[in-house]
């Protein structure tokens, strides 16, 4: 039984610091949503299930090497021999804007059914993470989230959501009308200040969030970059503000600040113990290269987590 399960696609992940016609020097590592939440999980001490497809090729040993080495549990990992593992190429527009281009269309995880993914529900969680961009990738994708989340429901675990919109994956309407069917099965809901429209009607965060809170979510946490995030719950409602680092890459943020939060949660913080952690976490992602390379291990977070002018001794 793990802590954690979350379900989704990862991808190989070539990074270059400049335009990629140029060509150059380029680093190599994994990303994607699910996997960086489970990874963040795993170095806090929880036992966390990654689970998705991969193609029978280097990609995907990568993926399966890194995942292993970071401890996550790989034990429902799907490999097929006839679809290729997703790829992702982040280069850097000249101007200075980073850019990111997909080769994930009819990747090995883009028809991972719910047969392939119950066996993993059916180990057992004490939470399933899932994402709105495993719902992008396709029908099948979709109904195994939806499956699983009804399942885990049932056995008594709690569903969070992250909203996480990529445009382009789809629009934000497919996104709304595929998104809002799962509601009833999602405890904790995130999402950022702008992609709460797309989950909830309303003119303004309040009347979205009393939308969610109807729809039966019972805790919303909204994200808002630099600028913090916002509890929303059945105790009320209060506005964190971010920890103040030297940005140094911000892709990855919103997932090291949900496996934050989830991980308080696991740990039975309070409403805003949970945000601190999400919010250390986040920050410490905006500090370092990578989605999730710099992120703290179980010991790690008590030396981050002291306040300024303490010393660890
Ligand atoms: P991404 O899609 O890149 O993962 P996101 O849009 O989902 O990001 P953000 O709102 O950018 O998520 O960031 C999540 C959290 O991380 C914020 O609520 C904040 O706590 C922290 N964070 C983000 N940017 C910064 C920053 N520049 N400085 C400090 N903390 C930050």
């Not at 270059?16 to 001490?45: Q, W």
């Not at 905006?286 to 306040?307: F, Y």
């Amino acid at each position: 039984r793990a802590d954690v399960l979350t379900i989704g696609e990862a991808m190989a992940t070539v990074r270059c610091a400049g335009p990629l016609r140029l060509g150059g020097d380029s680093r190599v590592s994994v990303s994607g949503a699910e996997a960086n939440v489970a990874i963040a999980l795993s170095r806090l001490g929880h036992a966390t299930r990654w689970a998705g497809a991969v193609g029978d090729d280097e990609p995907g040993e990568l993926i399966l090497r890194t995942l292993r080495a970071e401890g996550v549990l790989t034990d429902h990992i799907v490999r097929r021999a006839d679809a290729s593992t997703g790829l992702l190429l982040r280069d850097v527009a000249p101007g200075g804007r980073a850019r990111v281009h997909y080769y994930r269309k009819d990747s090995a995880a883009s028809t991972l059914s719910w047969e392939e993914v119950r066996p993993a529900v059916d180990a057992g969680q004490a939470g399933l993470h899932l994402t709105g961009i495993t719902a992008a990738l396709g029908p099948a994708p979709l109904e195994a989230i939806g499956a699983a989340a009804e399942h885990a429901r049932r056995t008594g675990a709690w569903v969070s959501l992250d909203v996480n919109h990529r445009s382009l994956l789809w629009t934000r309407d497919a996104a709304a009308r595929t998104l809002r069917p799962l509601l009833p099965y999602v405890t904790v809901l995130i999402a950022s200040d702008d992609e709460l429209a797309i989950v909830a009607e309303g003119d303004g965060e309040r009347d979205r969030v009393a939308g969610l809170r109807d729809a039966g979510v019972e805790e919303v946490i909204v994200k808002r970059g630099a600028a913090g995030a916002s509890y929303h719950g059945a105790r009320g409602s209060f506005d964190v503000p971010a920890l103040p680092v030297p940005v140094v890459d911000v892709v990855g943020a919103g997932d090291a600040f949900t496996a934050g939060y989830l991980s308080g949660r696991l740990d039975g913080l309070d409403a805003y113990g949970r945000l601190e952690r999400a919010t250390l976490l986040g920050a410490a992602c905006v500090a370092c290269a990578g989605d999730w390379e710099g992120l703290p291990t179980r010991a790690e977070l008590t030396a981050l987590a002291l306040r300024d002018g303490e010393t660890l001794r």
